[in-house]
């Protein structure tokens, strides 16, 4: 939630430039202040569902809002970055959780891309915990970036792992079915407090046998390092950010919709649904300016079909045809 300036000895606070003897943490406080005023202006809108349970075989894509999914892949339950507090400490989100905890599923495991405050929450972690035990059913268990164990270690989870980029764990059901999570690189920082540099951060992607592979590359700048992801991981499905791009420097750490588009080639998957918008105001743009944004660019560059964006909320039954053994895109 919290994002640096790349430029050194200058800082910008919407859209100015600021003398170079400001520091940092005053002009962060600043454009956090502004964004906490912003984010009560208007009620919150959009309502929960009920999530879907697909059939045997089949995968599920459920965007909860914001970076947060539900994926129900190769037999397992998985959260992803799940936020469903209505404030990170003062800022509001702008739109309501597109699934309530207590409809949750089993989970099996909650993946956290990185320590910041819009993608870690920690007590929305604890009442998904709550949940399930009160469901009767095993705690999950919890995969994170190096240095990020301490977070959630106390807060009910099974067992916690950690990765660094490239690592893999393995979770597995009975004799036959698996799920391989593989940590991967990112251009972002994952910092919960302002000098908290230890902590890892990066994306994930999940594979599981007949499934498709599914990639949620966590908060990122474009950066080459897609391209690599394609070629080592081949993955299906591809969950990009699109929002928090301006100002420019922004783009340091965030991609704008064009970059998420070029991200999505670069990866050489088959489907591209976009996150990271449209929740917490984060960014100077509007907030209905992402989508639009990239649903242009992907008419220009004949990707329109490739992009499913999701409501909060929604399910998306993922057909047998996007598993491919070779990607659409080269």
């Given amino acids: 939630m919290l994002h640096r300036e790349p430029e050194a000895g200058l800082t910008h ?23 906490v005023r912003e984010s009560h202006a208007n009620p919150l809108q959009g309502a929960a569902q009920l999530p879907v349970t697909p059939g045997e075989g089949e995968s599920a894509v459920t965007f909860i809002g914001h970076s947060s999914f539900l994926l129900q ?76 164990e301490d977070l959630v270690s106390d807060l009910g989870f099974r067992e916690v792992r950690s990765l660094r980029w490239w690592e893999s764990t ?32 990066g994306g994930y992607a999940l594979q599981a046998s007949g499934a498709p592979t599914i990639y949620h590359s966590g908060d990122t700048a474009y950066f080459g390092g897609f391209t690599e992801i394609g070629e080592r991981l081949r993955p299906d499905i591809a969950l990009l950010p699109v929002g928090a791009y301006f100002p420019d420097s922004y783009r340091a750490v965030h991609t ?30 509007p907030m209905t300016e992402p989508l639009p944004r990239l649903l242009a660019a992907a008419e220009r560059a004949g990707l329109a079909d490739q992009v499913r964006p999701l409501v909060e909320g929604e399910t998306w039954l993922v057909p047998q045809g996007v598993l491919a053994t070779e990607p659409v895109l080269a």
């Fill in 170 to 201: 393995e979770l597995r059901s009975g004799e036959k079915n698996w799920l391989t999570v593989t940590a991967t690189p990112a251009r972002h920082w994952g910092a919960r407090m302002f000098n908290d540099t230890h902590r890892g951060f």
């Fill in 256 to 285: 704008s919709p064009e970059e998420a588009l070029r991200a999505f080639v670069d990866l050489g998957a088959r489907v591209m649904v976009p996150m990271h918008y449209n929740t917490f105001r984060l960014g100077r743009e």
């Fill in 73 to 148: 892949t190769g037999g397992f339950h998985v959260l992803i970055d799940p936020v469903f507090a209505k404030r990170l400490i003062l800022l509001r989100r702008q739109r309501r959780p597109g699934l309530l905890i207590r409809d949750l599923p089993r989970i099996d495991a909650v993946l956290l891309t990185h320590a910041h405050m819009d993608h870690l929450n920690r007590p929305s972690l604890r009442l998904i915990v709550r949940e399930m035990r009160r469901q009767k059913l095993s705690a999950p268990i919890a995969i994170v970036p190096n240095g990020v």
């Fill in 13 to 35: 606070l919407n859209g100015s430039t600021m003398p170079r003897n400001v520091p940092f943490w005053m002009t962060k406080l600043k454009q956090l202040w502004r964004l």
